[in-house]
């Protein structure tokens, strides 16, 4: 089995845009999810769980798991000395370190809601070369560590994806799959249908109407690495909709939509706003949020269908 490091050094051999300071990047930031993942295994044994009193910029109440992988994910990134940027969803504005670099983008704990259950929470990263108010398709690479009931790493560059599993008595994320394709159509909605009679599109009730005459099958955690993950290996559908109360939806487009739009898109599958792909959106803001409606090919077309029809 091959190591993170290993295989990033043997990619780099045939695609040269993986330097050695994107190595380090992406080596330091996986680093940062180890201690992460250490830390969310033994999160009721420390005083970390619970909010930490605060409200962050979205106006969401604060974790303390969240505050500390933030701190771990910044804290790591300063150190590499290659970063320029930096931005979180904890944290207002971007940080800025150099005028020349890699910049990145991140979720420290995406699920926040789920922390303190016991649930599949993980860290999101979104990887530019330069300013980071770029679109989603100029990312260098993307991805997302799952703290589950292992700890994995998906990651993606520009034509391909490969998974990993955190190997807990050598340390090393250990190459699982190379080149990850999702499967063309699934048997899964995941979509919090609470929110149905919110939702603002007439053609999106219809679509998640057609689905269930089509027997689909509803899966729904609430975090999105764990329904994005799980979308990604059986196929199927994720969606977090515009509603009534948030015009472009929940979910934040730098550091949530559009690193899981590039690894979609990279496995074969779409990623789309409701009008264009997620990728092709360019930020006006740090924290912009976007509609999103990702997974197989066959369930994001036919939605899109209806979306269109009304
Ligand atoms: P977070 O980044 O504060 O944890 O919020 C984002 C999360 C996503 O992981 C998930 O898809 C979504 O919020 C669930 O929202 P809802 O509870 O409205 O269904
Ligand atoms: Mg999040």
Request: with cysteine; net charge negative; hydrophobic share 40%.
């Amino acid at each position: 089995m091959v190591p993170l490091i290993t295989y990033l050094f043997q990619k780099s051999i045939e695609n040269p845009f993986i330097d050695d300071d994107l190595v380090l990047i992406i080596g330091e930031i996986t680093s940062a999810t180890k201690i992460i993942a250490g830390k969310v295994r033994k999160a009721s044994l420390l005083d970390v769980l619970g909010s930490a009193e605060k409200i962050n910029v979205q106006g969401e109440v604060v974790q303390k798991l969240d505050e500390l992988a933030n701190d771990i994910i910044t804290e790591t990134l300063k150190c590499t000395g290659k970063a320029c940027m930096l931005a979180s969803e904890e944290v207002e504005d971007c940080l800025i370190l150099s005028d020349s670099g890699y910049s990145i983008a991140f979720d420290p704990l995406d699920g926040s809601s789920n922390i303190d259950v016991n649930i599949s929470i993980g860290t999101i990263f979104s990887i530019h070369k330069g300013d980071i108010k770029k679109s989603g398709r100029e990312q260098i690479a993307a991805g997302y560590v799952i703290y589950g009931p292992s700890t994995m790493l998906v990651l993606a560059f520009r034509g391909f994806v490969s998974v990993f599993t955190l190997d807990p008595e050598t340390g090393n994320f250990m190459l699982v799959e190379e080149n990850l394709k999702m499967p063309e159509k699934g048997k899964i909605y995941s979509i919090n249908e609470a929110n149905y009679d919110k939702w603002e599109s007439d053609g999106l009730r219809k679509f998640i109407d057609s689905l269930k005459e089509e027997k689909y099958t509803l899966r729904y955690v609430g975090s999105m690495v764990a329904d994005v993950h799980r979308t990604l290996f059986k196929g199927g559908v994720f969606i977090y909709p515009s509603d009534i109360k948030n015009r472009n939806g929940k979910l934040r487009l730098l550091y949530e939509g559009s690193p899981m739009a590039f690894i979609v898109e990279n496995a074969g599958g779409m990623a789309i706003t409701g009008e264009k792909s997620i990728l092709d959106v360019v930020p006006e803001e740090l924290h912009q949020r976007v509609p999103v409606i990702l997974g197989s090919k066959w369930e994001v077309e036919k939605c899109l269908k209806y979306l269109k029809n009304g």
